[in-house]
């Protein structure tokens, strides 16, 4: 482990302590007499298979009731739960978009430590993923309707579940008999732009056979409209970070690091943006002593481009003919989905249930994207003798003596690179279960579930037929043609490109083509079980045993367009990737009471739990958990659990290829960034100078990212504790506080392309590291060549905090009102990268994505028919940097982070006579704007609301 503070020590020796008092006290006990107590009945929770009195959870559980998940105007059930302070926004409706083959993909991540760390479980049972590669599940494909609560639980639960429940379980658990109709109908629409959504839910249900059966359908359409940044006063004006001239940083003369002067380096201002590219289509030309930029009216003549002020550095300007990216950023995609499921259960006896249910769920997601492009290397090289070449470009080329120009150009009047992304998943469930006699009951049960990925990318750029295209010339009749004789017989048709506009719609049909990819994941599980509440009885009570086996096969294909993983068009050429495993688990679990009716002891039970696997990948493979529960009174409650498990690479992390892509860095030893003494060091070691200014970051940087066969299985340690508290004396009032921590050694990570090159040239160990290994840059000029952003296994990702909850209800102003406080406090997030060195590592808390303080609070009304409620969310202030990063450069920019955030919500209700509801809400109740400068489309800044104030009704009937 790469790190014991001395919480960590008191928390294992206070586990230890307790464990040894209950070994002392268990004697005292046995002389104890029990009385006749009334039976209580035993339910199952979330965490355990064993059957237990009451709702008694041995680890700490977090449950969200069905009805205050729908109390909202958001789209699905997984952006309601996004909000809950012990999940991250890494894959919402905001941010999805922001990969090949994302778009409308909804994860959930516990803990913000990897939505492959978070098993989503359906009634228990395993469900299959909707993202290639992965266990990830879309909690667009759960039906909203059924929804009974949501159960989030931390620590303990790979040893019952599996071991990529690293981080912890969401478990969705549905309605169990579904009698009579209900239906519902929610349409919204945002106060100041166009974005809307709507929702219709379907949901019959009717016991059959003289009760003994019981069947239900349901079915769920929705969908939203896209949201482009334009399209809001608050995200349209385009901001960039530029050179601060107010800024006097020196530089040391014997070490090179920088002196700081405490003032910004780099400060954000308004319409600001790239002058090196443009819709128009430009270029530089060396003319004397002054380098001059020239760009093209709508008729294609020739002007100087005014570039404004340039703040001394290449690329960026203000108040001048900028490319305004926000043109090409949605804050939401379109997107539409279609739920389809049944089931039906039937009591063959007394003793055996036959349950089955099927599912059909269709979502689309769409995502557009910037246009083709061309800059510096890719440049579009225009001959002189090009036809549409406008006379006053002729003169200046004349002048110049060119025989060629080379623009760049973002080919907007091509058409905009859009992306749709079908999903299809099927899924079938068939269980049995029930009692083998009084004391033994069983569970067995069978999945298969598929996920059909239809990936269609519009506007393809293909390279050689553009090229053909936009090289044009005049045949012997005057007529303009492609200049290439074979092209021409091929169907190529000329184009102008100077000017917006100045694309020709049917050359456009010529070098556009429609790219299609295809995915497809199989999930196949049989699981069997028993279990036994009262397998004997100790002094203290009795003995609950459960066991279990099951087999589990998982499947991944990817499928991409032929010709585009050729490399010959715009679209990253992606390779195809395959991979499959299976898995055989056994597991077993127990719950022993070890003291009762002892001073300061009514109960006192420990529970052990064990699961041992075999990975056709990796091999064998164990967890398993310990835990105590302690009922110190009818009041006070303490519980902890200690967990190990050991998380084998899914088959992206494994097989995936490496892939195509483009990244959009600075270089850590450009002079502006090269500012520490040991940065300066190891710059120099890799043969660049102090005063490096790089061209070549003006651009995005090739790079590869994939799998990695090499990957090894990452081992996790766990540990909750915490105590229950229910005073007596205030009724139906419960407050809750728990401490967690999650270690995770060899921890299997994609690391993002800017920290590659960070932590090779900040490793206090020298440039000879796995980061450095990564990079290749040209052997002479020192720029940048390609990044290779493969997965790996880094040294430790380590977490903890304080989760906590306070619920109260009681009767007031003639009706019944309800409390929750859910919140959690981020004590620490560290990610260690260089295994030989534990002692370097970058603390994440309280940085963009990562607040420290989370709060989530709740208020609902109820009197006669009218019901209201009120929510509001608290996210504390954030760093854009980690402390680390500050130690290298204290005052980078002038937004260094964003302030408290509050955003609430509200709804109220009435319940007629004849089974309508009517209700209305307001999400974002008082306009609550975007923190800095963000769109709330980042991994991170998407905990942030990008709609803005947003008002919805829904009507829905019940009988």
């Known amino acids: 482990m790469f790190r014991h503070p001395l919480l960590t020590q008191a928390i294992r020796l206070s586990l230890t302590a307790a464990a040894t008092s209950a070994a002392l006290l268990s004697t005292a006990a046995i002389a104890q007499q029990t009385t006749a107590a009334e039976p209580v009945e035993r339910v199952q929770v979330t965490g355990s298979r064993i059957m237990r009195e009451g709702a008694i959870a041995p680890s700490p559980v977090t449950s969200i009731s ?416 492609c200049r290439d004789a074979a092209a021409r017989a091929a169907g190529c048709v000329p184009t102008s490109v100077f000017g917006n506009g100045a694309v020709n719609p049917a050359a456009s049909a010529w070098f556009n083509t429609n790219s299609r990819s295809t995915s497809t994941i199989q999930q196949e599980v049989v699981n069997a079980s028993v279990a036994n509440s009262a397998l004997f009885e100790l002094p203290a009570g009795m003995v609950g045993f459960a066991a279990g086996t099951e087999f589990r096969h998982e499947q991944s294909d990817s499928v991409p367009d032929a010709f585009a993983a050729t490399g010959a068009t715009f679209l990253n050429a992606l390779q195809e990737e395959h991979g499959k495993f299976n898995v055989k688990e056994a597991f077993a679990e127990i719950t022993a009471p070890l003291v009762a009716d002892v001073f300061l002891i009514q109960d006192l039970t420990f529970d052990a739990a064990v699961r041992v696997a075999d990975y056709s990948s990796i091999g064998n493979a164990t967890s398993w958990k310990t835990g105590l529960d302690w009922t110190v009174t009818d009041e006070v409650r303490v519980r902890s659990t200690y967990s190990v498990a050991l998380r084998a690479p899914n088959i992206g992390e494994l097989y995936g290829p490496q892939n195509q892509t483009y990244f959009s860095v600075y270089d850590p030893c450009g002079k502006e960034y090269n500012q520490s003494a040991l940065r300066v060091q190891n710059c120099k070691a890799l043969g660049i100078p102090v005063n490096f200014d790089p061209t070549a970051t003006a651009s995005t940087i090739e790079g590869l990212s994939g799998g990695n066969p090499n990957l090894q299985p990452e081992e996790s340690t766990s540990y909750t504790v915490g105590a229950v508290y229910q005073p007596e004396l205030i009724e139906n009032l419960t407050f809750t506080v728990d401490y967690w921590s999650i270690d995770i050694d060899d921890a299997i990570s994609s690391v993002a392309a800017q920290d590659i090159l960070n932590k090779c040239v900040d490793s206090p160990s020298g440039i000879n590291n796995q980061f450095c290994a990564l990079i290749k840059r040209d052997a002479s000029s020192r720029e940048l060549k390609l990044i290779t952003s493969i997965t790996q296994n880094v040294a430790a990702q380590t977490a903890e905090g304080v989760d906590f909850e306070i619920g109260y209800d009681f009767d007031a102003a003639g009706g019944r009102i309800k409390t929750k406080l859910l919140g959690t406090y981020l004590d620490s997030r560290k990610t260690f990268s260089f295994q030989d060195n534990p002692s370097v590592f970058e603390q994440n808390a309280g940085t963009e994505g990562e607040a420290v303080w989370q709060e989530n609070f709740t208020v609902s009304y109820a009197r006669d028919a009218w019901t209201a409620s009120w929510k509001t969310r608290h996210l504390s202030a954030v760093s854009l940097y980690s402390d680390q990063d500050l130690v290298t450069n204290p005052d980078p920019v002038d937004i260094m982070g964003y302030g408290s955030y509050f955003i609430t919500d509200i709804s109220l209700g009435y319940q007629f006579e004849n089974g309508v509801n009517w209700s209305v809400g307001i999400d974002n109740l008082f306009d609550r704007n975007l923190p800095g400068v963000t769109t709330g489309t980042g991994t991170g800044s998407a905990s942030y609301d990008n709609i803005g104030q947003f008002f919805y009704t829904t009507v829905s009937y019940k009988m």
């Open 66 to 481: 069905g009805t205050e998940l729908m109390e909202t105007g958001a789209l699905n059930i997984g952006e309601v739960l996004n909000e809950l302070p012990a999940l991250a926004s890494t894959y919402s409706m905001a941010n999805s978009g922001n990969y090949i083959g994302t778009a409308g993909l909804n994860l959930l991540d516990l803990r913000g430590m990897g939505a492959d760390r978070t098993l989503v479980l359906v009634d228990g049972k395993r469900h299959v993923s909707s993202s290639a590669g992965s266990a990830s599940v879309d909690t667009n494909t759960i039906p909203t309707a059924w929804i009974e609560s949501v159960e989030i639980i931390t620590g303990g639960a790979s040893a019952v579940y599996g071991a990529d429940a690293v981080t912890g379980v969401v478990n969705f658990k549905l309605k169990k008999n579904i009698e009579g109709l209900e239906v519902s109908a929610t349409a919204g629409k945002a106060n100041d732009n166009p974005y809307n959504n709507n929702k219709f839910n379907f949901s019959y249900g009717s016991d059959y056979a003289g009760g003994r059966g019981n069947a239900a359908f349901a079915a769920e359409v929705s969908g939203q409209r896209v949201l482009n940044a334009k399209e809001r006063s608050l995200t349209r004006t385009p901001y960039m970070n530029v050179r601060n001239s107010a800024s006097k940083d020196k530089k040391d003369p014997v070490t090179g690091a920088t002196i700081h002067d405490g003032i910004p380096d780099r400060i954000t201002l308004p319409n600001t943006g790239w002058y090196d590219s443009s819709v128009n289509g430009n270029f530089y030309l060396e003319e004397g002593d002054a380098l001059n930029w020239y760009t093209f009216n709508k008729d294609g003549s020739v002007r100087l481009q005014n570039v404004g002020t340039t703040y001394g550095e290449w690329g960026r300007c203000s108040n001048c003919d900028l490319l305004d990216l926000k043109e090409y950023q949605d804050l939401q995609p379109e997107f539409k989905r279609y739920n389809f499921n049944a089931k039906t259960n039937y009591e063959l006896n007394d003793d055996h249930m036959l349950s089955a249910e099927v599912k059909h769920v269709v979502s689309k997601g769409d995502s557009a994207g910037q246009p083709s492009f061309f800059e510096y290397d890719t440049a579009l090289e225009m001959k002189a003798d090009n036809p549409y070449i406008h006379p006053t470009l002729a003169a200046l080329m004349a002048k110049n003596d060119l025989d060629a120009v080379y623009l760049h150009r973002f080919n907007k009047d091509a058409g905009r690179r859009m992306e749709n992304n079908t999903r299809i998943t099927n899924r079938a469930v068939i269980s049995l279960d029930g009692n083998l006699n009084d004391d033994w009951s069983y569970e067995t049960y069978a999945v298969y579930g598929e996920t059909k990925l239809e990936q269609e990318n519009f506007n393809n750029l293909i390279r050689k037929n553009f090229a053909q295209s936009i090289d044009a010339v005049k045949d012997s009749n005057g007529n303009i043609v």
